[in-house]
């Protein structure tokens, strides 16, 4: 059984970080591509960041590039989502998920397994 714990999440002030962390088991983590989305309150789940699975390759969606950086480290099991200058419109309920292949993109159809979410709300 594939699980994804979610952690990290906070209220932090316009302008703060956090650091989310999401750790795999029950899936060979170290040969898939992993991402992240967000939700937040009335809208619907967006894209955030993926990187591949030898972190060769990251992207991100257009606004949070440039302050979001997305990681890996397979020997942990672990994706990380570094998150600098956040602004109140990141509140969101942040999900990592697991792909189904070496690489993915920004859409959810590409991943396969999906935390609980963990809340973060940037305060003004």
């Known amino acids: 059984q594939v699980q994804l714990i979610e952690s990290g999440g906070g209220l932090v002030q316009a302008g703060g970080s956090l650091r989310l962390s999401c750790v795999v088991s029950?899936?060979?983590?170290?040969?898939?591509?992993m991402g992240w989305f967000r939700q937040a309150p009335g809208k619907e789940r967006e894209f955030v960041a993926a990187?591949?699975?030898?972190?060769?390759?990251?992207h991100y969606a257009d606004s949070v590039r440039g302050r979001f950086t997305i990681s890996r480290d397979n020997a942990k099991n672990t994706v990380y989502l570094q998150m600098n200058s956040l602004k109140p419109e990141d509140t969101a309920v942040y999900y990592c998920?697991?792909?189904?292949?070496?690489?993915?993109?920004?859409?959810?159809?590409?991943?396969?397994?999906w935390g609980q979410g963990t809340q973060v709300t940037v305060s003004s």
């Open positions: 990187i591949s699975w030898n972190a060769d390759s990251a």
């Open positions: 029950g899936r060979t983590f170290s040969s898939v591509a």
């Open positions: 998920a697991v792909a189904r292949g070496y690489y993915s993109g920004s859409s959810e159809g590409q991943y396969d397994y």
